[in-house]
């Protein structure tokens, strides 16, 4: 049995996430371990000491919450039946005490990296699905690569979660990184799955072109970024200008 923790926010697609959750367990028989994360900071001003007396949940799950009711709506027409954990937004430790007994991280994320979401890119020790503008499907699927081992492992544990797909080719796509071997052929070709290499570089192409290229596939296999977000981003890296401009579901192990 295979479990997905699927993390909602007030303000989420609950339609494309839970039809993402479908695929995941009509395809694979996945069981969904659904937490609402509140916003204190929005929902109503607390004091400090209540904060820290561990009140604040008791008191915010009390409150009426549209989007909690909303939440029960969708679970009701997905014929979903199970317990929808709520938790306060004051930390990413219950998500990841979750996925101790679960398989995959499943989150809707827009091109605004928030503080919660890079958090858990740091924390994650499983599999993070990312999802964007519609539903996951697993039709099209591409690979982002440095030939890196971060993306070797995402590559790896694609392919090691999901063995019924019996993939047959899987494109890779590089920027700058015309190399004469690339590890990750030989990695796919030993899992029996093919693949063309198309290279992208600053001289030939724009990196719109790159980003254009990618955003054809329904999912988008890349690596982790390294645990210096900050560095990562006035360093002008990769990872993060993907993150940030890529309309696609992506996969990041």
């Not at 939440?71 to 199970?82: P, R, S």
């Not at 924390?123 to 070797?152: C, E």
């Amino acid at each position: 049995m295979k479990k997905v923790v699927v993390l909602l926010k007030n303000g989420n697609d609950l339609d494309l996430i839970l039809k993402s959750y479908m695929a995941l367990k009509n395809l694979f028989k996945f069981e969904i371990v659904p937490i609402y994360i509140r916003d204190i900071a929005y929902k109503i001003p607390i004091s400090e000491t209540v904060l820290n007396s561990g009140g604040a949940a008791e008191i915010l799950n009390e409150m009426e919450d549209d989007f909690i009711a909303e939440v029960h709506a969708a679970f009701k027409k997905f014929k979903i039946d199970t317990e929808l954990l709520i938790q306060s937004e004051v930390g990413v430790d219950e998500i990841k005490n979750l996925l101790k007994t679960s398989d995959l991280l499943m989150l809707e994320q827009d091109s605004y990296l928030n503080d919660l979401f890079l958090d858990l890119l740091k924390i994650a020790y499983r599999p993070i699905i990312v999802l964007r503008n519609t539903p996951l499907t697993f039709d099209n699927i591409s690979i982002i690569s440095n030939d890196g081992v971060k993306v070797n492992n995402s590559v790896y544990s694609f392919l090691n979660l999901f063995p019924e797909l019996l993939l047959k080719n899987i494109p890779i796509l590089t920027w700058n990184c015309n190399y004469e071997k690339h590890y990750l052929v030989e990695l796919l070709e030993n899992k029996g799955v093919s693949s063309d290499v198309v290279n992208f570089n600053s001289k030939d192409d724009t990196i719109k072109d790159f980003y254009f290229a990618l955003n054809k596939f329904n999912l988008v296999i890349m690596g982790n970024l390294s645990r210096s977000f900050f560095f990562e981003k006035i360093t002008n890296r990769t990872g993060i200008n993907l993150l940030e401009n890529l309309n696609t579901s992506i996969f990041i192990a």
